[in-house]
């Protein structure tokens, strides 16, 4: 009696135990897929160590550069912002989405605009995103899909954060001087002066012109924008590692609200 007694008792602890880690939901850098057009895409997803379902979380979209295109789900992880996770994980105690671009293609690609925003999507559904709370990254290429995101979906945003991107690249058919203004005189009022972008560049790029950030920034200047800009001093094209780790990024980040920009 005593051992059937016991064997009874494991076997209710056991049955407690089990409806209650199935409710555990994993964190750190997850594996996650989404199909859109009949495409399937791998992208990653950080979810911070203290998450709740009882919470509503921010989130953080990071478009990577040229050099982490692929279809591996993988390789955007390792620069930018994964990176200034993997160093300061307690700064960013909010869901990130990382797509991946896929190979001789851009963001700017409508197939790619799609994969990043239905990961983006995907992902607030299932990590109880905070829609007041949705910010807008990306460095180089991913600086560039930032620019045009922010101008096609300026209300989505409530803050965004760019690395060394722009509108026009060097490979762009040259155009006059008053083609160039207009052109980011356009981006710029697209965007609107009431998004608050922090941009970041060094003077020494050889691959994307400061020019571009610096255009940029006078444009959205011109619109009464408090845009905020910092250029690194000699540094190359990898700036973006310098601006991920900036102390006082997420202190200004997670202070922006959606909501704010509607009072």
Request: charged fraction near 20%; aromatic fraction near 10%; hydrophobic fraction near 40%.
């Amino acid at each position: 009696m005593l051992h059937r007694s016991g064997l009874t008792f494991v076997l209710t602890v056991g049955l407690i135990a089990t409806p209650a880690m199935a409710r555990h939901q994993a964190t750190g850098f997850l594996n996650r897929t989404v199909s859109v057009g009949g495409i399937t895409y791998r992208y990653q997803v950080f979810v911070p160590a203290d998450w709740s379902s009882h919470a509503k979380w921010p989130v953080i979209v990071f478009l990577h550069g040229s050099g982490e295109r692929g279809d591996d789900g993988l390789a955007q992880t390792q620069v930018g912002v994964g990176g200034a996770i993997r160093s300061h994980p307690e700064r960013f105690p909010a869901i990130v989405v990382m797509p991946q671009c896929r190979k001789d293609v851009r963001w700017t690609d409508s197939a790619m605009e799609a994969q990043s925003l239905a990961a983006l999507d995907q992902s607030i559904k299932e990590f109880h995103g905070d829609l007041d709370r949705v910010y807008l990254s990306g460095l180089s290429m991913g600086g560039y899909g930032s620019w045009a995101l922010a101008a096609k979906y300026p209300g989505r945003w409530a803050a965004a954060w760019i690395i060394c991107g722009g509108i026009r690249r060097k490979t762009d058919p040259p155009i006059s001087e008053d083609e160039a203004s207009k052109l980011y005189a356009e981006a710029a009022a697209k965007i609107g002066a009431k998004l608050p972008i922090w941009v970041f560049h060094g003077s020494a790029d050889p691959t994307v012109p400061v020019t571009e950030s610096r255009k940029m920034v006078e444009a959205l200047k011109a619109l009464g924008s408090e845009v905020k800009y910092t250029e690194y001093e000699g540094v190359e094209h990898n700036s973006w590692d310098k601006a991920y780790a900036e102390p006082e990024l997420p202190t200004w980040l997670f202070a922006q609200h959606l909501s704010a920009r509607k009072k």
